[in-house]
């Protein structure tokens, strides 16, 4: 891995690339106030108990669903406002979807983190909008996409100022409605100096696997993020909720919301021996 990483900083303790191993998690879409509020106080309760650095991230629309007649969310205005009383409540970075460039700015006025999904990583106005804003900036990289290729990402959100970027693996297309992910991915995106996040639930979706929606195999999440935090990652990304067999969007890769404290306290420990070993100069650095 890059000897010369990029350090990060988010807020209220947040960095990515400081050497400690960051949790990106939350719901999908969100579904109500109620319902995004009660899953940030689990995992905000889960990260002071196991002293975890977490940003919160939920979406407030959903703009890539498969059917015309899939959920969405609540929208820009009703979704930022929900998004804001989260961050105010329990004092945690936010992190939300942007998809046209005129959402960057307002979107920046609230949330820590504007995050590029996959199908837009190569939409230039899009991306250069949301350096401009100056805020962190996570893209994730096209199922489409070689991990070589997010140079000429990265060089976009550079072209404004902004060195505030992450990078996102999320899977790459395997023949149809299927995706793989590839470890390499992650070392080769982080050799362009950025910190480097694993989305483990996106990672085993089969995009358009039901006709009208996507399926996946949830269940083999948490073994990608163990995979992922062994290689050194930065940060890992997964979607949850206290059911995910009713979730309105991605229900069959959320966590269920009780398991997902289990796994952090396994990825922290994991990431302890890999970054020890890279201390003692080990095989791992």
Excluded at 66 to 79: N, Q, Y
Excluded at 109 to 134: H, K, N, S
Excluded at 176 to 189: C, E, G, H, K
Excluded at 213 to 230: C, E, F, I, N, T
């Amino acid at each position: 891995m890059v000897h010369c990483m990029r350090k990060v900083p988010v807020d209220k303790g947040v960095v990515f690339g400081d050497g400690g191993l960051v949790f990106i998690a939350g719901p999908c879409v969100i579904e109500s106030r109620s319902m995004a509020l009660g899953i940030a106080r689990r995992l905000v309760e889960s990260a002071a108990r196991l002293g975890a650095k977490f940003v919160f991230k939920a979406s407030f629309d959903k703009a890539n669903r498969t059917s015309v007649d899939a959920f969405r969310g609540p929208g820009i205005e009703k979704g930022l406002e929900i998004l804001a009383e989260v961050r105010s409540t329990f004092g945690v970075p936010v992190l939300t979807d942007v998809h046209e460039p005129w959402q960057c700015r307002p979107v920046a006025e609230v949330c820590d983190i504007l995050q590029i999904p996959a199908f837009l990583a190569r939409q230039t106005d899009l991306v250069v909008a949301a350096g401009e804003t100056g805020a962190v900036v996570n893209v994730k990289k096209g199922q489409f996409m070689a991990p070589e290729d997010m140079a000429a990402v990265v060089r976009k959100i550079e072209s404004t100022g902004n060195r505030r970027i992450t990078l996102c693996e999320r899977g790459a297309s395997f023949g149809y409605r299927n995706l793989v992910a590839d470890m390499r991915s992650l070392l080769i995106m982080r050799e362009l100096g950025y910190p480097v996040v694993m989305d483990a639930t996106h990672s085993v979706q089969r995009p358009g696997g039901l006709g009208t929606g996507s399926g996946g195999d949830g269940k083999y999440a948490p073994a990608l993020a163990r995979a992922a935090v062994a290689t050194g990652v930065d940060a890992v990304f997964m979607e949850t909720h206290p059911n995910p067999k009713v979730a309105k969007s991605d229900a069959a890769n959320a966590l269920r919301l009780a398991d997902v404290e289990p796994l952090w306290r396994t990825l922290m420990a994991i990431d302890d021996v890999v970054r020890g070993a890279k201390k003692r100069g080990g095989a791992a650095s």
